[in-house]
Every structure is written in C-alpha cells, then in structure tokens.
C-alpha cells in the first residue's frame, strides 16, 4: 500500500486542476484511450466475479461439463482482454505522464528565463529548484500511478456495490456498514499519520541541512573545536526526526491490518447471514458464492482510492506551485531597437552585414525608414533616480557620462551605489525618473537582449558551468574560433595555468569550478570577457581574488581589450582605477566627487581621505 506523505493541499484546487488539465488537454486522445482500457480492465474484473453465479447454478449443480468448459474459456478470454487492457494502459499512461510532465518542465524553463532580476532577488535558489524538482516530481508520480488507479479504484468500487445490490439488496446493507466504518476509520488514519508525516518531513529537512552545513564547514568546525557541541545538535534534531518518523509509520503501518480485520469481519458477518439465506432457500448458491468474492473485494478499492486521491491533492498542490511560477509577469521588453552586424560602405555609411566585421549599430526602424547608428558605446545618466523598493532610493538623481573609449571607474564604501548603477545599464531594473541614454538612444528603446549583447561584464562572484575550460571562454561568444579562445585567455593571463592542466582547454569543469582556484576562476572569467569584444565592458571587482603580481599582468592584458571601448569599473583597491579618466566617488546613492586620480588627491576630499588610508572602504 502507497503512503501518504502529507504534503500541503491545495490553496486553489480549481485553478490548479485547470492548468493540469490544459496539459493533459494537449494528449486528449491518449487519455481517452488510457480511460477506455480502464473501463475494460474493471469490467472485466467485475464481471467476472458476477459470472460464478450462472456457471454454479446453471453449468456446475446440473453436472454440464462441456458447458462448464466452454464457460471457463470465455471467462479465461474475458480474463485475458483484461490482464492485456491493464498491460496496455499501464504502458501509454507512462509514455503519456512523461509527455506532459516534460511540456510543463519544458515550458516552466523557458518562463524562468524571461523572468526579471527582481524575482530572483525575493526568492531563493532553494524554492525556485523545489519547483523543478519536487513540485514536478510530485506531478509525474500521480499522472504515472495515481490517475489510472484512482479511476480503476472507483469504478471497481461502484461497480462492485452495484452488483452487490443486484446479488442481494438486504446483505449489501451490511457491506455497506462497514464500508462506511474502514472510510472513516481511513480518514480519522489520515488526518493523524498526516501530522506526524508533515512534522517528519520538517524535521528531516532540518536534518540534511544540518548535515549539508557540517560537511560544508569542517575547516571552521575543527578550527574552533566544535565537534562535541555539533554532536549534541545533530543528536537532539535526530531525536526528534526519529519520534516523528516513529509516530508517523505507527499510525500508517497499522491502516492495512485494520482494513483487513474489518474486511474478514464483513467477510465472517456476510458468510453467516448468507449461509443461513441460502438453507431457507432465499438465496441461490450462486449468487452467494459471486456474492462472497465481491466482499472480499470491496475493501481494497476503497482503501486505494482514498489513498490516490490524497496523492491527487498533493501533486495538484505541487502544480499549483509550478503554475504560480508560470503566472508570474515576464520581463516587460518594449524596445524596438535591434543590434546587427554593419559594414562601410564607399561614402563611410553604414549597412548590414551577414558576416562578422567587427563593426556593429543600433538599428532603429520608424515608419519607412530605417536608420542604423554606430554601436560606440557612449553612455549617459541623466538625473537617474532609482531604489530596488519605491520606499527607498539608492540613487538621488544621478548625471555621468562615459564617452567611447573612456575608462570611467566608481569607489565609495557599500551600499553607495556603485554596484546598482552597473544593474541600470544593462536593464537589469527599471528606473523611477530620469533617463539613460546609448549612443544617444534612450535603452528603453533598445530590446533587452540587443542591449546586453552590446555589453560584456565580469563579477566579482564569478560562474563557470559544467564543461570544458574552452566551452566555458565560448560562452562569452558562441561563434568564437579556438584561436581565438586561447587568445582571449593570453590576455587575461589565463593561458599559463591552463596549459598546465592535464588536458589543458579541453579540461571539465564541475560545481562552478570547484577544482580550480578562486583566481583562476576570476582569470577564465575575464577570458570570458574578453573573447566577446564588447563596445562596452563592465569589471565589478573584476580582480579581487587576484594577487597583486597577476593583477598587474591582468591590467597589462586588459589594456589592450580595452583599447577603443567604453570601461566601467568598480574596484575596492583604488590601485586599480588610477588610470581611469574618470573616478566617481558615490556616498548614499550621490556622486560627492569626481575627477581624474591627480585632480580627486589636490582636493584632498573623501578619495583622498580613501587613497591614504584614513578612511576605509566597508
């Protein structure tokens, strides 16, 4: 017998099931058909048992053997359509539960790309990986077994009532009494183990994150000799998943002996009281004997469909999760503005190009007439006032400018604003008031992917993804030729190292890179960086895990990526921004000074208080 794990029903029932069923809408005719094999197979298992009455009283007291066999013959057919019925159901239910879930995977992927930062920002990796993982496979699990059984389970329910009042109205009477006493004892069973399991999946959870914790800080536990302490926390946390788990398996563990002495009961009761009808000559002996066999039959059903229907609410509860997912908004895309790849023509004008030139623009289309505009990457910030939550702004009517070519750099202690104005230019969010302005077009006018294509940004917190080294420097163009990759990573001083490893490119990568260093990562990222040549490049703390030596090198490397380009910086070690034609000190969401490295000293401001040592950045 399934158990019922307990999870969560359904806040909306209706609406879940709606979804649910415009997926399996799409595979109608499958169902149909899955349905219709249903129907054979439970008729075949109902009417088989009602078919002993006419073989005893018709084929077997009169002594008709060659009836009898004839008799048996067809009911072994009968039997037989319905064993393949069954076989053939099974089959298509899997093949078709598979389609199903994989569209709502499918679709549920592709929504979670279009969605915009601010909805990772309020929800967990944790929860969102619940919804791929858990939710689905709650889903796949009940279209899998659930459905089939649940619709089997009542229609042998029904149909063996059915019969049972057909056989004898009076005695199904008492069927029917303790039908009634095992549903609500099943639901009273329900209810408790349901509490116990809830509170065993919470304490479990609990647990593994317990243990995830530990295994992830050995370093920090044994440093500071907390291993006796942590012993006493996992003994007290598997304690209680222990008399969860304990009181949880003893309430469901015991729903199958009750069920089934309530059913030899029913069985004993209808034996006596038919046996005694059958001597006054009320009954036939074989409408006793098919009688009997419906008895013993009936309590199953209902046991396994008030089991599925509780993994029905749960996989509905699990879809309305997934579906919750799926209503969120997308990220709202009004830009019209395309990027193309563009070429000179004789009079130094611009027109597309199929291949790679080098050279792109911004192609804006209005009316009839089409402009294209060279992408430069000339950046502007006009009285730009945001904050991530309209209550509070990071920036108070923020005005820069980054001209093509110029290296524009950004310090100020956390929460100044640095990080948000990067955010801004690649549209990340949307701004309150104000405008930014890309080669002069506003970027409300650029389509978002055009407009992040144009850029190339390299993070403090780098990613790499499972793949080899090189794949994972072709992420940052995907038409990039292998020469082309190593010499995105000589300029990033990456190319020693990795010639190094055994198969050198060629080498995987796993779990973001763990079997690398924290630098190296940093130097595959900027290589990364570097292969997509951007008009515009963006470095968040693009060398904070990097020795100063291989900074140095990097700097090197970096000014020739940077020839000709647009460079936002944010760097912590001021060292770094010295070259910058530009350094913007923000304090509370408001540039406070801004100048070349020499101008920004002779004021003696805040950079300087920074550059000295006497105030330190957070």
Not at 248 to 268: F, R
Not at 512 to 522: A, C, K, T, V, Y
Not at 529 to 541: K, S
Not at 591 to 604: A, C, D, V, W, Y
């Amino acid at each position: 017998m399934a158990r019922y794990a307990g999870y969560k029903r359904p806040k909306n029932t209706k609406q879940a099931l709606k979804h649910l069923l415009a997926y399996m809408g799409i595979h109608k005719w499958m169902l149909l058909l899955v349905a219709a094999l249903v129907i054979v197979s439970t008729s075949a298992s109902v009417m088989g048992t009602y078919l002993l009455k006419p073989v005893i009283n018709s084929l077997i007291l009169p002594g008709n053997v060659k009836g009898l066999a004839f008799a048996v013959a067809g009911m072994g057919i009968m039997y037989l359509c319905g064993a393949l019925a069954t076989f053939a159901y099974n089959r298509l239910m899997v093949k078709t539960a598979q389609k199903i879930v994989g569209d709502i995977r499918q679709d549920l992927f592709a929504h979670v790309q279009k969605l915009p930062l601010r909805y990772f920002d309020e929800h967990t990796h944790g929860e969102m990986m619940s919804r791929f993982t858990n939710d689905v496979d709650t889903v796949q699990e009940a279209l899998n077994n659930s459905f089939t059984m649940a619709i089997q389970s009542f229609l042998t329910l029904t149909g063996t009532v059915i019969m049972l009042f057909v056989l004898n109205a009076v005695m199904a009477l008492i069927v029917c009494l303790f039908l009634g006493i095992m549903f609500v004892f099943i639901k009273w069973n329900g209810k408790r183990s349901k509490v116990y399991y809830s509170r065993q999946q919470t304490e479990l959870a609990g647990i593994n994150g317990f243990v995830e914790e530990m295994v992830a800080g050995q370093k920090v536990e044994k440093i500071f000799n907390h291993e006796k302490e942590d012993m006493k926390e996992f003994h007290r946390r598997n304690e209680a998943l222990r008399k969860a788990s304990t009181s949880a398996l003893s309430y469901s563990g015991m729903m199958v002996p009750a069920i089934v002495s309530l059913s030899y009961g029913n069985y004993a009761v209808c034996a006596c009281v038919g046996g005694l009808l059958a001597l006054s000559g009320m009954m036939d002996l074989g409408s006793l004997a098919s009688y009997l066999v419906y008895v013993r039959q009936s309590a199953m059903p209902l046991n396994q469909f008030t089991q599925q229907i509780n993994f029905i609410l749960s996989a509905l509860a699990g879809a309305e999760r997934i579906f919750e997912m799926m209503d969120e908004p997308a990220e709202e895309d009004e830009g019209k503005v395309t990027l193309v790849r563009a070429e000179k023509k004789e009079d130094d004008s611009l027109k597309e190009s199929e291949t790679y030139t080098g050279i792109f623009a911004w192609k804006r289309t209005d009316g009839k007439r089409t402009e294209l505009i060279r992408l430069e990457g000339d950046v502007r910030f006009e009285n730009v006032v945001f904050g991530y939550v309209r209550e509070k702004t990071i920036l108070n009517g923020i005005s820069l400018y980054a001209k093509p070519g110029q290296k524009i750099a950004f310090v100020g202690s956390t929460g100044a604003g640095k990080t948000t104005i990067i955010n801004l230019i690649n549209r990340f969010y949307e701004i309150q008031s104000g405008r930014i302005l890309y080669d002069g077009i506003d970027i409300r006018d650029i389509k978002k992917d055009d407009l992040r294509r144009s850029l190339s940004m390299v993070i403090q917190d780098t990613h790499l993804f499972t793949g080899t080294i090189a794949e994972n420097i072709r992420y940052g163009r995907l038409s990039a030729a292998d020469e082309e990759i190593r010499k995105a990573a000589e300029i990033a001083n990456a190319d020693s190292f990795i010639r190094r490893l055994p198969d050198g490119y060629d080498t995987m990568l796993y779990s973001d890179g763990n079997n690398l260093s924290q630098g190296q990562r940093q130097l595959l990222a900027i290589a990364r960086a570097a292969v997509a040549q951007p008009p515009v490049l963006i470095l968040d703390e693009a060398t904070s895990s990097i020795d100063t030596r291989t900074e140095r090198l990097i700097e090197k490397g970096m000014d020739a990526i940077m020839e000709g380009r647009t460079v936002f910086v944010i760097a912590h070690r001021l060292s770094t921004v010295r070259n910058s034609k530009a350094i913007m000190v923000l304090e509370k969401g408001e540039i406070i000074e801004r100048g070349s490295h020499e101008e920004l000293l002779e004021k003696k401001g805040r950079y300087y208080q920074l550059y000295m040592g006497m105030y330190e950045l957070d």
